[in-house]
């Protein structure tokens, strides 16, 4: 019979993790709480990416990144979370695919944070790293 118990995670790993997942929080409520104010930046860069621009839908997009932000950085959900970041980040890469932004400070962003969202989880997560595993050499 095989074990259903999971490796621990080094603490050093763990602490790695949890540094990178407050990187992403932190930028998450940064990022949803202006767009909840709305300042006049956010509804202008709104209009330049193709947007109408309007106070609701800026207060909607806040709060929807306010949401993943507390789905992500609480444990039980942070996966689910995740998923729904990264079609957030989707999302916010077509758009700026579709304006024509420049590819690596703008376009490329998106998977920049992504990146670092799942790697984050994979270091903490065992479960993850169960699922994912990664091999490396022959």
């Known amino acids: 019979m ?6 621990t995670t080094p603490a050093g790993q763990l602490w ?3 540094i990178m997942s407050g990187i992403i929080v932190a930028f998450l409520i940064f990022d949803g ?5 709305p300042l006049a930046i956010v ?6 990416l193709g947007y109408s621009g309007s106070q609701e839908l800026a207060r909607g997009l806040g709060l929807m990144t306010l949401v993943i932000a507390l789905l992500y950085a609480l444990p039980r959900t942070s996966v689910l979370g ?3 970041l990264t079609g ?5 890469m077509a758009t700026h695919l579709r ?3 420049p590819l690596f400070s703008h376009l490329l ?4 944070l992504g990146l670092l969202a799942w790697g984050s989880l994979y270091l903490r997560d065992p479960r993850l790293r169960r699922l994912i595993p990664v091999r490396l050499g022959a």
């Not at 709480?33 to 104010?37: D, H, S, T």
């Not at 957030?88 to 916010?92: F, I, M, N, S």
């Open 43 to 48: 509804t202008e860069t709104m209009q330049q």
């Open 16 to 18: 790695t993790g949890r």
């Open 88 to 92: 957030l980040l989707g999302g916010a």
């Open 82 to 84: 995740a998923i729904l």
């Open 99 to 101: 304006v024509g932004s």
């Open 33 to 37: 709480g202006i767009k909840l104010a």
């Open 2 to 7: 095989q074990s259903t118990t999971l490796p």
């Open 109 to 112: 962003f998106g998977l920049y």
